[in-house]
């Protein structure tokens, strides 16, 4: 089992940044590829970003490239996700997730049915 744990989120302004991490515990994360996601009260849970086993390959929904970036940290077995240029349209509970069944290191899914762990989420509201 994986446990998941979402921080960072918080109440900004439009065009400031934020920092989301997502600590994990209860094995190790070598070997998962992860995702961000988010969810806006009304709409469906939508797929951010996503981050190879490697870290070698990374992954991005059209509305946040150039603007926010995913990483990992193995040692510590965290993932970033350092958010950008915010807009209101950012705001939205964000979820971390974990696959652990990619089939490959090197590649990680934009779908959230193939993740297997989720955290609990951690809000992040953009006033304009």
């Known amino acids: 089992q994986v446990q998941l744990v979402e921080s960072g989120g918080r109440l900004v302004q439009a065009g400031g940044s934020l920092r989301l991490s997502c600590a994990a515990s209860?094995?190790?994360?070598?070997?998962?590829?992860m995702g961000w996601f988010r969810q806006a009260p009304g709409k469906e849970r939508e797929f951010v970003a996503a981050i190879s086993a490697t870290g070698g390959n990374t992954y991005y929904t059209d509305s946040v490239k150039g603007r926010f970036t995913i990483s990992r940290d193995n040692a510590k077995n965290t993932v970033y996700l350092q958010m950008n240029s915010l807009k209101p349209e950012d705001t939205a509970v964000y979820y971390c997730?974990?696959?652990?069944?990619?089939?490959?290191?090197?590649?990680?899914?934009?779908?959230?049915?193939?993740?297997?762990?989720w955290g609990q989420g951690t809000q992040v509201t953009v006033s304009s």
């Open positions: 997730a974990a696959d652990g069944n990619s089939g490959s290191v090197y590649v990680a899914s934009r779908r959230a049915y193939d993740y297997d762990y």
């Open positions: 209860g094995r190790t994360l070598l070997g998962y590829a």
